[in-house]
């Protein structure tokens, strides 16, 4: 099975995890960090909107709360068709942790649609240099 596979059907499990009462609009995430561990998140609704957390966000923190600093590949699912892309937010949350050539790819139940660069997602990212 291929690392997109793997990320597809990580970021389909928790997607049935999300808690999405207001929009019902379910997302799941899963990110291959550089320590060769895949971490997953689903997004989290708040009563007082928009305080949630998007899928792509809680597997970032995920990510990080494991000790991982590096994304090398991203899988977003949705149910919607076409699927939805990351929001800006998670745009640049994404772009914090992963490089202008990162694969992004994007899929609905039935499989990937689309697959992206980092830097096509959001070109002219916002990064400190240090």
């Not at 007082?48 to 494991?66: D, H, L, Q, R």
């Not at 590949?73 to 949705?78: G, S």
């Amino acid at each position: 099975m291929t690392t997109k596979q793997n990320l597809h059907d990580a970021a389909r499990e928790v997607m049935k995890n999300a808690h999405a009462p207001y929009s019902n609009y379910h997302v799941g995430a899963a990110v291959l960090a550089d320590d060769g561990q895949t971490y997953v998140g689903a997004n989290v609704e708040n009563a007082s909107y928009p305080e949630g957390w998007c899928a792509e966000t809680s597997a970032i923190a995920a990510m990080v709360a494991n000790g991982a600093k590096h994304i090398k590949e991203v899988c977003v699912v949705t149910k919607s068709d076409p699927p939805g892309t990351p929001c800006g937010g998670c745009r640049q949350r994404l772009s914090e942790f992963a490089d202008a050539g990162t694969s992004v790819h994007i899929a609905n139940l039935d499989g990937i649609v689309r697959t992206w660069r980092m830097d096509e997602l959001l070109p002219g990212a916002f990064k400190l240099k240090g």
